[in-house]
């Protein structure tokens, strides 16, 4: 019989923590849920973990996408005061999706990393972000025209200067694209050796990767501010990102796979 196929590679999605009437549910939008699967991967959701389920939930996991939400990172996290208490946060999801991205990059695991994503892994590495960038000199307004359609608020809203040289350069091939933008939050302060992949108009990062460093085992590890799971099969930009994703996990799956070396194995076993 031929061998049976390769099983899908899993990428766990964390979910947020929302009050639904009298009762707490873990939350994960679906639009992040189909990106894996346009990636060709298996998205598995995962609620609040504890610090000790962290590392068994890895162990399951050929790569993470940590989604965006409404909430914002809580600022404690980057040592300031919450600018604007009518703003959600999610400090549940806080406790465990901070030390799971360290974790994750840790033992090299492809990671994206979407706008409230994407600033979870730069405060989880040390860096700080704009509670308020609208209202930071020299900075636009980035969030989302409100009351509108999804359709208007997930639309083109400006460009992203694509860095050379960078990963988003060599996926994309291009210097500039067009991205949505719905966020308040933003970099302030990119943490100790993340590399910047694209900026704004005004120079607000856009996209950054992680390359390896101390803690960080280098790997397909890239994190935007924007969000291409929108619409994300009408969109090629799109889903050039999530391919490459799914390339990483799936060679992580198949790397996982490969027996060890005769050695090594004796090794182990003794």
């Known amino acids: 019989m031929p061998p049976a196929p390769p099983a899908l590679p899993v990428v766990?999605?964390?979910a947020c923590n929302r009050w639904l009437g009298d009762h707490p549910f873990h939350v994960a939008g679906r639009k992040y849920v189909e990106a894996v699967r346009l990636a060709g991967a298996l998205p598995l959701v995962v609620p609040r973990l504890e610090p000790g389920e962290i590392e068994a939930a890895l162990d399951l996991a050929?790569?993470?996408?940590?989604?965006?939400?409404?909430?914002?990172?809580?600022?404690?996290?980057?040592g300031e005061d919450v600018h604007d208490p009518a703003l959600p946060l999610d400090p549940e999801r806080d406790a465990w999706t901070l030390p799971l991205a360290r974790a994750a990059l840790a033992r090299g695991l492809p990671l994206l990393g979407i706008c409230r994503g994407a600033q979870e892994v730069n405060v989880a590495l040390g860096g700080t972000l704009y509670q308020a960038v609208q209202e930071q000199p020299g900075y636009a307004?980035?969030?989302?025209?409100e009351p509108a359609p999804a359709d208007e608020q997930y639309g083109p809203a400006h460009?992203?200067?694509v860095q050379p040289g960078g990963l988003l350069a060599t996926l994309l091939g291009e210097r500039a694209i067009t991205v949505n933008s719905l966020h308040g939050q933003g970099v302030k302060a990119l943490a100790a050796g993340l590399r910047v992949e694209a900026l704004a108009p005004d120079g607000l990062v856009e996209a950054f990767s992680v390359p390896a460093g101390p803690g960080r085992a280098g790997g397909f590890a890239l994190?935007?501010?924007?969000?291409?799971?929108w619409r994300a099969a009408e969109n090629p930009v799109s889903m050039q990102i999530l391919r490459a994703f799914g390339e990483a996990v799936r060679a992580w799956r198949d790397r996982a796979?490969?027996?060890?070396p005769a050695a090594s194995s004796a090794a182990l076993a003794g």
């Open 12 to 14: 766990l999605v964390p």
């Open 62 to 78: 050929h790569g993470v996408l940590l989604t965006g939400s409404p909430s914002n990172v809580h600022p404690s996290h980057f």
């Open 141 to 145: 307004d980035h969030r989302a025209p």
């Open 159 to 161: 460009a992203a200067q």
């Open 223 to 229: 994190c935007l501010q924007w969000h291409p799971e």
């Open 257 to 260: 796979r490969v027996p060890l």
